[in-house]
């Protein structure tokens, strides 16, 4: 079975749009005013923090995960990195609320092996596809899961779809 997916559209561009709002403010808010040097520098820590987040939803806007034959594959910017699913070590998925409404969180999957590994959310489309492709991988290579992966892992199942 093969698997071919990408970050979702809104989310990038939603990411893309928060991270320039807040580095264009905070910007302007450094150079509109002359802040004492420790409040400069907390401005300027988070002016990073938002220039970051716009970096790192345009390198996300590129992704391309692809899982066939048992070989996990995410391409972006920043190169390819495969995992043999078949070497998988470490398998872990995590929740993440929302601010607003706790129900609709993000999910991460971190995969790992002895000498890679990948995370993918579940702004990804075909996200549950590729944890439960993981998950049969996982079992087979008799990888100990944590108790909240096994909760997290009921939850994805039994979540209410969300794709756009």
Request: net charge positive; proline share 4%.
């Amino acid at each position: 079975m093969k698997v071919q997916a990408r970050v979702q559209p809104f989310a990038v561009w939603r990411d893309v749009a928060i991270g320039a709002a807040g580095t264009i403010a905070m910007g302007a808010l450094l150079a509109g005013i002359r802040p004492a040097p420790l409040v400069a520098v907390l401005m300027g820590t988070v002016l990073a923090l938002f220039a970051f987040l716009c970096v790192r939803a345009l390198v996300r806007k590129g992704r391309r995960i692809t899982l066939a034959d048992g070989i996990l594959t995410v391409e972006d910017m920043l190169g390819r990195r495969r995992l043999d699913l078949a070497d998988i070590a470490s398998f872990r998925l995590d929740y993440y609320p929302g601010m607003l409404d706790r129900r609709r969180g993000l999910f991460v999957l971190r995969l790992g092996s002895r000498r890679e590994r990948l995370s993918i959310d579940s702004e990804t489309g075909d996200f549950s596809i590729l944890v439960a492709q993981a998950r049969a991988m996982a079992r087979r290579a008799a990888v100990p899961l944590s108790e909240r992966t096994r909760v997290n892992l009921q939850a994805l199942d039994s979540a209410p779809d969300r794709s756009p």
